[in-house]
């Protein structure tokens, strides 16, 4: 899983613009040809995600490539209005109540028996004929 999944808006317009190499307003303007939607903060700031980046690029390399507008737009999917981002406990912050703390604990030392209880491996085994007990 990423650490930050790719639809989170989290980005703010200028990082966009330096992660795409577009000025602030070439981005608000795909913004307002519909072709990039982004999530709006309660203080009514853009907030972009990792696939709003994408996004922007491809829209970049097809500008470059001379496609117009209105071939951008018939070429790409409608945008998706990228998700307001959530915090959510980390695995390590998570409350474990006794029973489930005891199961996590016997899962781990099966685990560890489990290694040390092993099969040898082939080349282990190939090994050990050149290592004969008398």
């Known amino acids: 899983m990423d650490p930050v999944p790719r639809d989170m808006a989290v980005l703010t317009i200028g990082i966009v613009s ?28 853009r907030r972009y995600s990792i696939n709003d980046v994408a996004r922007f690029l491809l ?4 500008i470059a490539q001379e496609y117009t507008i209105a071939q951008i737009r018939k070429a790409l999917h409608p945008p998706v209005v990228p998700t307001q981002p959530t915090v959510q406990p980390t695995p390590t912050e998570q409350e ?37 007990k008398k």
């Open 18 to 45: 330096q992660l795409t190499g577009l000025s602030v307003r070439m981005i608000r303007y795909y913004e307002d040809l519909g072709l990039v939607v982004s999530f709006r903060t309660s203080g009514d700031q």
């Open 59 to 62: 829209i970049k390399d097809m």
């Open 96 to 132: 474990l109540n006794d029973r489930e703390l005891l199961e996590d604990i016997r899962e781990q030392l099966r685990n560890r028996k489990e290694r040390m209880t092993r099969e040898p491996t082939l080349i282990e085994g190939q090994l050990s004929q050149f290592f004969r």
